[in-house]
T-cell receptor, first 110, second 113 residues
Framework: KNEVEQSPQNLTAQEGEFITINCSYS?????LHWLQQHPGGGIVSLFM???GKKKHGRLIATINIQEKHSSLHITASHPRDSAVYIC????????????FGKGMKLTVNP | DTAVSQTPKYLVTQMGNDKSIKCEQN?????MYWYKQDSKKFLKIMFS???????INETVPNRFSPKSPDKAHLNLHINSLELGDSAVYFC????????????FGNGTRLTVT
């Protein structure tokens, strides 16, 4: 079992819908990253969280350290949000190691 | 201005060859990484360097040798390429420390035939 699990694995939504992507992890972490990988392949860092909530435009990321769970929300989704969203955790212990989830493929239809 | 650039973007080569992928960052970051993304799109750390020193070396075959001539560059050399090496390789950099976001290059798609 992977240390980082994401759900759902795939999601198709209609433009304008509110979308939630979930990430659960089973190890102690110092930080959690949300990454976006576009169909062209490039990877962009969206958020890095160690507690609470962060917001950037239509994107909101939350983390619950006690429950070992994070969510990425997309409000008023748009076809340009179509991408793979990857959750990654930085494990405790001093090293810079990131452990990645398998990603969630989001398709937003017009 | 490209922040993290890696070359080439595509690399097609035959089994047994030796090849290199170059990575450069102009962000002034101290830490650089190589990640491998397999056919199932799963990303995995391979190496991490901080100020030219190796700090993470995951269970990667020793045919893979990273080289960091200075903190702005981290190149990846692969000897005796095998079919299973086919993947997309991403370079990334960060300031270092647990709260630093990552900046990725655009990836190099390596195909071994």
């Amino acid at each position: 079992k992977n240390e980082v699990e994401q759900s759902p694995q795939n999601l198709t939504a209609q433009e304008g819908e509110f979308i939630t992507i979930n990430c659960s992890y089973s190890v102690g972490i110092s930080a959690l990253h949300w990454l976006q990988q576009h169909p062209g392949g490039g990877i962009v860092s969206l958020f890095m969280l160690s507690s609470g909530k962060k917001k950037h435009g239509r994107l909101i990321a939350t983390i619950n350290i006690q429950e070992k769970h994070s969510s990425l929300h997309i409000t008023a989704s748009h076809p340009r949000d179509s991408a793979v969203y990857i959750c990654a955790v930085k494990t405790q212990g001093g090293s810079e190691k990131l452990v990645f989830g398998k990603g969630m493929k989001l398709t937003v239809n017009p | 201005d490209t922040a993290v650039s890696q070359t080439p973007k595509y690399l097609v080569t035959q089994m047994g060859n030796d090849k290199s992928i170059k990575c450069e960052q102009n962000l002034g970051h101290d830490t650089m990484y190589w990640y491998k993304q397999d056919s199932k799109k799963f990303l995995k750390i391979m190496f991490s360097y901080n100020n030219k020193e190796l700090i993470i070396n995951e269970t990667v075959p020793n045919r893979f040798s990273p080289k960091s001539p200075d903190k702005a560059h981290l190149n990846l050399h692969i000897n005796s390429l095998e079919l299973g090496d086919s993947a997309v390789y991403f370079c990334a950099s960060s300031l270092g420390g647990r709260y630093s976001p990552l900046h990725f290059g655009n990836g190099t798609r390596l195909t071994v035939t």
